[in-house]
Each structure stands twice: as C-alpha cells, then as structure tokens.
C-alpha cells in the first residue's frame, strides 16, 4: 500500500463544495484507476488512464472529473459534492507489462469521504 | 447492470471450517478472474486468480474453481482462520480492454476462533 499514497485519508466537507482526491504512486505504472466503494456495491470504477494522454470515464463518472498531472498522479474532482457522493474512494495502478503482472492491480488505502 | 454476481453478502465461519464465495458472470468475453481481499482500513489486494483456459487454481488454502459452461467461479479457503476476516470480491476482465475489471460486490467473511 505504502507504494500508492491517497490524500487526505478523510474528508467531511458540505454539499455544493468542490473537492479534490489525489493519489500519487512510486510504482512506476502507466496505468491508473479511481473507484467507489458502497456497502453491498463492490467497487465501481469512476475513471481510468493508461497513460498521461490517455483519460477514460468508467461505471459512474457523472459528477466526476480527474486530472492526470503525470505518471505518478492521478487526482479525481467532485465539482458540486452531493450527500450521495459519500463514500471510500480508491486509487489503483497497473502494469501492462509480462503477462504475469497484467491485469493485478495495486490499491491505495482509501479516502474516507463524507458530504453532508 | 451488475455484470459479477457474488454471493453471500456475508458468511460466518467456525475456524477450521471451509468458506465458500460463489460468484456469476454474464460476459463471456471476460477472460481473466481474480479474487481480491479486502483488511478494515485497507485497500483491496490481489490474493489469487485464474484464466479459463483452467478448471482449478490452488495456492496454499485457497482454491478457485471455475464452471466456464456455467459461467460461474467460486473461492474456496480451506481451513478457515480467524485472520482470513476480511471482505472478499471476486472480479472479471477482457484481456482486450486492458486492466479494467468488473467486480462482485463483495463477501464479508467473519472466521470465529
């Protein structure tokens, strides 16, 4: 986990605020993901980057928008947070590498957030 | 559209018992399935997975079978211990879409001492 950080690790804010959720990795990925976690949901993908011009929106991106500022970082925004929008938030990274590493994703510890 | 199924939500097992999480797909173009475990406080990790051209994957005490007629996949942890408590969520992806992965909703399993 220490080689994919997300910041803040909680966040309570106020309905209408902007917000932004940033991960960084050391691990040298090209590949990065951000996803929901909800009770009962799994984790549903919001969006993913192969690479820094590469951006794609997943599951559920309405509401959402990310930046990738390089190989490294990968931030998502909420831009009006809503109370649905409460939820854990995780980074992920992969490696398109040898087919033995393909596919495995590497998750950070999460972000914790709340709107209320 | 939930396109992993995974069932139960949550399982209570004795220790030394089996624990046994089903999961059900409906893309048949999904060809990687891994499973992932999930510690409070953590982010998910890798914990074993398999392709379809096998029926059987085993690494220590946990086991995935895999049905492709079916379209189902299971995780199997033999000898349950209570530091196996974690949530589990099975997952699936298309060797053609890169990384993305689809994944189950999730199995809280609780391992009593």
């Known amino acids: 986990d220490a080689d994919v950080t997300q910041t803040p690790r909680n966040r309570i804010t106020k309905t209408g605020k902007r917000i932004m959720l940033e991960c960084s990795q050391t691990?040298?990925?090209?590949?990065m993901y951000w996803y929901r976690q909800d009770p009962g949901l799994g984790l549903q993908l919001i969006y993913y980057s192969f690479d820094v011009k590469d951006i794609n929106k997943g599951e559920i991106s309405d509401g959402y928008s990310v930046s990738r500022q390089a190989q490294a970082k990968f931030s998502l925004s909420l831009e009006s947070a809503i109370p649905n929008q409460t939820a854990l938030y995780f980074c992920?990274?992969?490696?398109?590498?040898?087919?033995?590493?393909?596919?495995?994703?590497?998750f950070g510890p999460g972000t914790r957030l709340t709107v209320l | 559209q939930q396109q992993v199924k995974q069932s139960p939500q949550s399982l209570i097992v004795q220790k030394g018992g089996i624990s046994i999480i089903n999961c059900a797909y409906e893309n048949t173009a999904f060809d990687y399935f891994p499973w992932y475990q999930q510690f409070p406080g953590k982010g998910p990790a890798l914990l074993i997975a398999?392709?379809?051209?096998?029926s059987e994957k085993k690494e220590g005490r946990f086991t995935i079978s895999f049905n492709k007629s079916a379209k189902q996949f299971s995780l199997h942890i033999m000898d349950s211990q209570p530091g196996d408590s974690a949530t589990y969520f099975c997952?699936?992806?298309?060797?053609?879409?890169?990384?993305?992965?689809?994944f189950g909703e999730g199995t809280q399993l609780t391992v009593n001492p």
């Open positions: 997952a699936a992806s298309i060797s053609t879409s890169g990384s993305r992965l689809t």
């Open positions: 398999i392709r379809p051209d096998v």
């Open positions: 691990k040298g990925h090209d590949r």
């Open positions: 992920a990274t992969s490696d398109p590498g040898t087919s033995g590493s393909r596919d495995t994703q590497y």
